[in-house]
């Protein structure tokens, strides 16, 4: 499937995404506020890259995936810096990090377990899913080294309180990684966990030649 098709039939969350940040763009050029342009050019470009990358991973990305990653870049570096949701809301940065972290325990499971093509024999669940786990925070630590690198270059304040932020990002950052991997974990042993099984076999169902040899 080609690129323009991939993102001709992506949801309406997407969809309604990309609209929005176009519009603050064109409003941001007409003002000459700068900030507000670079941020949602940077947001438009890397809810774009999900699509972009498909062919290269050699995987496809369910459009509910796709639709959560935008959804999530969306809120943290347009909503949550140009529209100042961090200061208006003190649980928005919460929010976003604990359902950040349950979303990349996830993929660190699915990762690991498509390195043995579905087997779930070829390794015990609770080694698959403590991958996960471990994939899940060191995303959520290299996310705040991103955090202090965009306060000391640009003058944000992505940290707000330094420290205390920090710490606390981390410490929801590993609640949200042990969810999505124990998620993961129910899932190979044939149990479900509220709608986050389903994502994940929403994405095998996408990538059945990467689970060769599961049988379910």
């Known amino acids: 499937m080609g690129i323009g098709e991939e993102i001709r039939k992506q949801s309406l969350i997407v969809w309604a995404i990309w609209a929005v940040l176009f519009s603050a763009f064109a409003v941001a050029m007409f003002q000459l506020r700068w900030s507000l342009a670079f941020v949602s050019v940077a947001a438009f470009a890397l809810t774009t890259l999900p699509i972009l990358l498909q062919s290269r ?7 509910s995936f796709v639709a959560a990653i935008a959804l ?3 809120a943290t570096i347009f909503l949550g810096e140009a529209a100042d949701f961090y200061n208006r809301y003190w649980w928005w940065d919460i929010l976003l990090h604990g359902g950040s972290a349950l979303g990349f325990g996830m993929i660190g499971f699915l990762a690991v377990f498509m390195m043995f093509e579905g087997d779930r024999f070829a390794a015990p669940a609770s080694a698959i899913a403590f991958f996960g786990f471990c994939f899940a925070i ?9 955090e202090f690198g965009m306060d000391q270059l640009f003058g944000l304040n992505m940290q707000k309180s330094g420290l205390l932020d920090t710490m606390g990002d981390l410490i929801v950052d590993t609640v949200g990684a042990a969810i999505g991997s124990v998620a993961g974990y129910l899932f190979l ?5 509220a709608g986050l099984t389903r994502l994940i ?12 040899k599961l049988r379910r």
Do not use: D, S, Y
């Not at 060191?138 to 991103?146: C, D, N, R, S």
């Not at 042993?189 to 966990?193: A, E, L, N, Q, V």
């Open 57 to 63: 991973l050699g995987v496809r990305l369910p459009v």
């Open 201 to 212: 076999r929403a994405f095998i169902a996408q990538n059945r030649e990467r689970f060769r």
């Open 72 to 74: 999530f870049i969306f």
């Open 189 to 193: 042993k044939g149990r479900r966990f």
């Open 138 to 146: 060191t995303i959520g630590a290299l996310w705040e080294v991103f």
